[in-house]
């Protein structure tokens, strides 16, 4: 859920609203935030898959510290979406172990 | 590869090192200032509360605002700024490693300014790595910076003033606190933010740890249980919240990587945190030429930071020649007022402590002949 009107820091910058595809299905996204911003208000919580045991993982500590919130974006993995901004079009997708799709898993 | 070659390297641009940067080039120094973000100001620009102190600690402004004055500050005292810029490396002769905008580049430096700050404690039960359990500091990036909510029903894990702040803060955004649960038998931060969840009728669990975690793929339940005496749980204390997120809120660790690799000397100081590098009161650790400032130093707040970074600043400036004499002094001193005063009392006594044999190990380590 966007908080788009705040108590102390006012209304939400407008920015230019742009689609991202999340595993193939359109999320609304604001460009240059974080990709994991836009997913977490599209209510998307697990953002890969882990190698040994494929437990979810989710946001952890969005600054880029924890590598949880790592996906394939543009067809390349372990990218870091609590710190990569959104651009219109981008592809994410779930990653499975150390930076595969589920079939390579 | 680019070289860069300066007279003060500062490393990190939270409180501590914006501080840092601009006392050294207001007193004459040429400075880099170097931060892995995109936008200065480190974990200042999330909170968004008032903080107390006196009027040289900024009380009664709002942490994103002192991020501002403080950016300000460095632009007006001419200092470069290199953002998306990490430094992964310190190596001997005071050379950094950098990866800036995506491209290695070595920094050269006379003096270098560490201020690193400080990153969350991470706690380990059942379903701690189930999507939904963040670190307090997550969530309120999400919220404050992001503007997104990261949960509707929140427990809070921790009564420090992260853990106060936090979830007050989460509440303003939008989201129920459920819970704020506490290990020990008081609450930790101070009596003001825990009067605001108090008054808005959130409860709090002293004694009370959490036991697990779960959910279908992500959290839906924290079981939380009553702790005794020595930590251990009391079976059949259990209670089970329904929430969607559990924020940890268990403290800060320094980040001392690269004073490590400095061959700064080292003490483990528990109320600061973990190992910290020993330094002298101008912050000058035991390698000679190499400051530290901030939460690198031991785990405080923003405002003791600001004072260390200035202090170390001038400091830094001053070993290059610039600044002397009984004006330079005198400003010294009042840092060092400040920053008893900020340690001040029986809230501040264990890290006044700390603090004295943090600048005693520093001596030792000096007259026992350099560092380890």
């Given amino acids: 859920m966007r908080i788009t009107d705040h108590p102390i820091l006012g209304p939400a910058e407008a920015g230019r609203e742009i689609t991202i595809f999340y595993n193939g299905a359109p999320v609304p996204a604001v460009e240059g935030e974080p990709i994991a911003a836009a997913l977490m208000n599209a209510g998307v919580r697990s953002f890969r898959r882990t190698a040994k045991r494929d437990e979810p993982r989710g946001i952890f500590c969005a600054i880029g510290r924890c590598t949880d919130c790592m996906m394939i974006v543009n067809g390349k993995p372990n990218v870091r979406t609590c710190i990569t901004g959104a651009a219109d079009g981008m592809r994410v997708e779930t990653q499975y172990g150390y930076g595969g799709r589920k079939e390579q898993a | ?372």
């Avoid at chain 2, 931060?189 to 959130?202: E, S």
């Fill in chain 2, 1 to 372: 590869m680019k070289k860069l070659r300066t007279e003060v390297a500062v490393v990190g641009g939270g409180p501590a090192g914006l501080s840092a940067a601009a006392e050294a080039a207001r007193a004459g120094a040429k400075v880099l200032l170097i931060d892995e973000n995109k936008r200065l100001g480190g974990q200042l620009v999330k909170q968004i509360h008032k903080f107390f102190g006196s009027e040289a600690h900024h009380a009664g402004v709002r942490g994103y605002q002192i991020a501002r004055r403080l950016l300000r500050d460095v632009e007006d005292a001419g200092v470069t700024v290199a953002s998306n810029a990490l430094a992964y490396g310190l190596f001997p002769e005071k050379e950094l490693g950098v990866v800036w905008d995506g491209k290695h580049c070595q920094v050269s430096a006379e003096r270098i300014v560490l201020a690193a700050g400080a990153k969350e404690n991470y706690l380990a039960f059942p379903g701690s790595t189930l999507p939904g359990v963040m670190g307090a500091g997550a969530a309120q990036t999400m919220a404050n910076i992001n503007r997104v909510l990261p949960g509707r029903r929140i427990v809070m894990l921790g009564s420090g003033n992260v853990g106060l702040i936090v979830s007050y803060q989460l509440m303003q955004a939008g989201a129920d606190v459920v819970a704020v649960v506490e290990g020990a038998d008081h609450i930790g931060g101070y009596g003001v933010h825990a009067a605001k969840l108090r008054r808005a009728g959130v409860p709090f669990y002293l004694s009370h740890t959490v036991k697990r975690a779960s959910g279908d793929g992500a959290l839906a339940r924290v079981e939380i249980v009553q702790v005794g005496k020595n930590w251990q749980s009391i079976p059949g204390t259990e209670l089970t919240l329904e929430a969607d997120t559990l924020c940890l809120a268990a403290g800060l660790n320094p980040m001392t990587e690269l004073a490590w690799m400095a061959g700064c000397a080292f003490l483990y100081l528990p109320a600061f945190g973990g190992h910290v590098p020993a330094h002298d009161a101008k912050m000058e650790t035991t390698v000679p030429g190499v400051y530290v400032a901030g939460d690198i130093t031991g785990v405080e707040e923003a405002s003791t930071a600001m004072e260390e970074g200035r202090m170390a600043g001038l400091s830094a400036a001053e070993s290059l020649g610039y600044g002397a004499g009984a004006a330079l002094d005198a400003e010294r001193a009042a840092i060092q007022r400040r920053l008893d005063d900020l340690r001040a009392g029986e809230r501040g006594a264990i890290r006044r402590e700390s603090k004295a044999r943090q600048t005693a190990a520093a001596a030792d380590q000096r007259q026992g002949g350099g560092a380890t």
